[in-house]
């Protein structure tokens, strides 16, 4: 009688061990499972009331930032309050003073509110590098917390295996969402998917991810299991991969020994892989033992030097080539980073290899809060290129910029000319202005046009609508709106009912944000919340476009 009843009950038995470990998690990490249930709160809020019918009839656009930096400001909180839990844990700190620094991490939220103000403004201000520098230094700091002398050889094992199994919960809460939803929809009545996919989305993650994670996640080896799977998944399928990506990059340094020819730019991103994925190996298979683990630890560092010197190589052809931009200097702080590594695994046997996050968690906070930005150092590098340039061939006589004759012009090599573009290209609006400010392109600026157009040169077009009330008392009905494309055209036309609108002419010339952007198309009206491009105006090409908001008909 009993026996048919027993995977019942080992079934219940199992919900509740379950259960209880959330609670446990919910209780060690509380204030990092509020604010990532607030990040679900602010999602929403920003979703759902940026769009709404109000009372009167009227169609209500909301452009308040409010609602963003909170989400932003609880993002931050939620790494902020993640790396004090993490402290105490780790120290042993006793449960008041853990409180009193959770709380006092928390009350963090108020300045970093503040600190996200205009984060979507273009260009990128210095509070969208702000937001970014912390959020990666507070979370190489909790790696950095995770690890201690005890646990540093199962810690990150530990880590992927909960993070994994918390992924695949929240995605199988995500998919069940997304069928529900679309069971509603088609069954019920209608609901915008594209804002039930966000609000769901953010819930499987900040919510469901989050909790499972923080439930799982142990400090105290004792408690620490690694599931078999684990592996199963990094070690006969991730690892393999990373040899064969190694043998890739030994067949290419091979090939250009051959030819003789120096590295390209095109090495770059792939031994930034193979380099990540050196680091992440190191960490996450120190458990194991195995004759493929232990010649890993005897000779991958050595292997990746050649990688890394060409890598350093390629970039300092192209940094000869086009000066310092953004991206260049993080991938130099990459590379140094990777190099501070592997010289970390030559001394001690590695024993050192933690403080890697240390240094990742400075070098975040440098290029983001201190004058040595990383968007305001390539600025001054490019702007002592392009000034360089223009005194070599002419460009100022007594001090003043003037465009010199067309036969001095004509003397400079094209490879000058496409630097003089490039350098030019990269300064912000501000900096450009300093050159010519009345005239409208770079052919009229500089008196030339460079063989083969710069990837930089365009300018940019934005549009976003402020808080608006839009009456559709006189339109039967309204759809969404959106359009994207980043292929290279020479006008911008939208199709509707069969018909092509030409709205080239429109997209160049965007009215100020608090104007009403309308076209019309037809009989019906497009009308525009938010739109932005990028057009060469020495091509007269759009590299890509994208605008949305509502067709009113």
Known sequence: MSTPQRPRADFAASLTRRFKNILSGVKRFPHPVSFGFLIFINTAVFVLRQNYIADDGT????????????????????????????????????????????????LLWIPFFF?????????????????????????????????????????????????????????AVFAGLILCGFAFNTLIFSINLDEYFIISFTFSQSVVA???????????????????????????????????????????LLKILIQQKMPSGQINPFVSFASFFYIAFYFLLQSRENRAVSLFYKI???????????????????????????????????????????????????????????????????????PLHIKRIPDLEQHRRLEKLLHSYGYYTDGVFAVPAAAVIDKIPDEKKEAIKSAYNALPSE?????????????????????????????????????????ISSYSSLERL????????????????????NLTDFMLNMPNNDEPFIIPAGDARLYILEANCQYDEDTQNFRFYRYSGYIFR
């Open 300 to 370: 991958a560092n050595f292997v990746l030097i050649p990688c890394i010197i060409a890598q350093i190589i390629a970039v300092a052809i192209r940094f000869h080539a086009y000066g310092l931009t953004s991206a260049r200097l993080a991938g130099m702080l990459y590379i140094a980073s990777v190099l501070y590594f592997i010289v970390l695994t030559f001394i001690k046997d590695g024993k050192y290899a933690p403080t890697f996050f240390i240094l990742i968690a400075a070098l975040c906070l440098v290029s983001t809060l201190t």
């Open 59 to 106: 169609l209500v656009y909301r452009s308040s930032t409010i609602p963003l930096q909170a989400l932003l400001a609880s993002v931050l909180c939620f790494f902020a309050t993640s790396a004090v839990n993490l402290a105490a844990l780790r120290f042993s700190l006793p449960k008041k003073i853990s409180d009193f620094s959770a709380s006092a991490a928390a």
């Open 482 to 501: 959106y359009e994207y494309s980043g292929v290279e055209c020479e006008k911008l036309i939208h199709v509707l009912d069969e018909k092509k609108y």
């Open 115 to 171: 600190l996200t103000k205009n984060f979507n403004d273009t260009p990128a201000p210095n509070t969208f590098y702000a937001f970014w520098g912390l959020s990666f230094a507070l979370f190489a700091l909790c790696i950095f917390l995770c690890i201690s002398e005890s646990n540093k050889k199962v810690i990150f094992p530990h880590i992927f295996a909960s993070f994994f199994f918390a992924e695949v919960t929240a995605f």
């Open 431 to 471: 900096m450009q202005k300093e050159y010519a400010p009345h005239k409208k392109n770079f052919k009229e600026k500089f008196g030339f046009q460079t063989p083969s157009p710069s990837d930089s040169g365009y300018k940019t077009f934005e549009y976003i609508a402020r808080n608006t009330k839009i009456d």
């Open 210 to 252: 989050v909790t499972v994670f923080l439930s799982l996640l142990q400090l105290d080896e004792k408690n620490i299991t690694v599931p078999r799977s684990f592996r199963a998944i990094v070690l006969y399928a991730l690892f393999p991969l990373y040899a064969l990506l190694m043998l890739i990059l030994y067949a290419y």
